[in-house]
């Protein structure tokens, strides 16, 4: 007995005054809510509706589509993890394209890689980048590295354009897929990004929850597979601001020198020089790095099946 009569549930508002609540499709019967102390800013671009607000308890909110891309609290843990999985897992790479990731915290993490010289970065909505130069400045801090090329546009035409075997790692930082990033979800996007990557290249994609979306992932890992001809892996991590609570990344390299994502032959946390513009990193370490990819045996079932 939840203490609650028939009628006091009939009287809950489904949306709670003065809260944000995420509610989408995507997981239906379910919503986190975060409490809002102020509307900072809200518009339409061309391609989605974007919102920002001041949280009570997770800094600044960036809202894309009524779906949350980040929380100044937490937006540690998505944005190290799914840069420094591919970097770290190969030896001094030195050219990387992010695909969507306008918020520039990708960028931002990149640019603790030494070895790298060139960041190419491919998103389609500058309202996202001019909202995190004004509200985010310690997420588009990334923007500020001279070595970064901004291209405004959609990630899908942009790959298909890239010469082959250009760069040595691909990052694709995008949001759900329903609206503008579908398409890169799907397996003729997975076929550009290999083909764009030099032999051994490697690619990490934002690939879902475990808990919510294991048909989306069947698929993913289905297609890389059939597409990444050297290791293909899921890890995944916590962002307490993710539907489910966690989110996981699909890691796959072509076919070349061996890849062995579960053990990083790259450790940015051995050596202390990135943290000079950018801070200490709050999140990814090498322990971190390894345990990422083991996987709940529900999980491990179907991705090693596929
Ligand atoms: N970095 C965020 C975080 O910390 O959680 C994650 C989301 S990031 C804001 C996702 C970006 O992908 C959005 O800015 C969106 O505009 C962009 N995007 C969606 N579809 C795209 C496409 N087809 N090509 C390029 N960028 C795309």
Not at 101 to 104: N, V
Not at 111 to 117: C, T
Not at 141 to 146: A, I, L, R
Not at 177 to 185: K, N, S, T, V, Y
């Given at each position: 007995d939840s203490g609650c009569n028939h009628n006091e549930l009939e009287n809950m508002s489904s949306v709670i005054p003065g809260w944000f609540s995420e509610i989408s499709p995507m997981w239906p019967g379910e919503a986190h809510s975060l409490k809002v102390e102020k509307i900072l800013f809200q518009g339409k671009s061309e391609y989605q509706n974007v919102i920002v607000f001041q949280s009570s308890t997770y800094g600044k909110v960036l809202v894309l589509d009524g779906v949350i891309q980040l929380t100044e609290r937490d937006e540690c843990a998505y944005q190290e993890m799914i840069t420094h999985l591919p970097l770290c897992s190969?030896?001094?790479?030195?050219k990387v394209l992010v695909i969507g990731?306008?918020?520039?915290g990708v960028l931002r993490e990149v640019?603790?890689?030494?070895?790298?010289?060139q960041i190419d970065i491919c998103e389609i909505d500058k309202m996202v980048i001019d909202v995190s130069k004004q509200f985010f400045p310690r997420v588009a801090?990334?923007?500020?590295?001279?070595r970064v090329t901004l291209h405004i546009g959609d990630g899908v035409a942009f790959l298909k354009a890239v010469p082959q075997g250009t760069y040595d790692a691909v990052i694709v930082d995008s949001s759900d897929?329903?609206?503008?990033?579908?398409?890169?979800?799907k397996k003729p996007f997975f076929e550009s990004v290999a083909k764009a990557l030099r032999p051994g290249g490697v690619m990490c994609t934002q690939a879902e929850s475990i808990w919510l979306h294991m048909h989306i992932i069947e698929d993913i890992v289905s297609n890389c597979r059939q597409i990444f001809k050297g290791s293909v892996n899921y890890a995944w991590t916590t962002v307490p601001t993710y539907p489910s609570g966690v989110i996981g990344f699909m890691l796959c390299s072509t076919e070349g020198?061996?890849?062995?994502?579960?053990?990083?032959?790259?450790?940015?946390?051995?050596?202390?020089?990135?943290?000079?513009?950018?801070?200490?990193?709050k999140f990814y370490n090498s322990e971190m790095h390894t345990a990422a990819f083991c996987l709940p045996s529900f999980a491990k079932k179907v991705i090693d099946s596929k």
């Open positions: 190969i030896p001094n790479p030195k990731g306008g918020d520039g640019s603790r890689h030494a070895s790298v010289e801090v990334g923007y500020e590295d001279s897929p329903i609206g503008p990033a579908q398409e890169l979800f020198p061996t890849v062995d994502f579960k053990h990083p032959v790259n450790p940015i946390d051995a050596d202390e020089s990135h943290c000079k513009s950018n801070g200490p990193l």
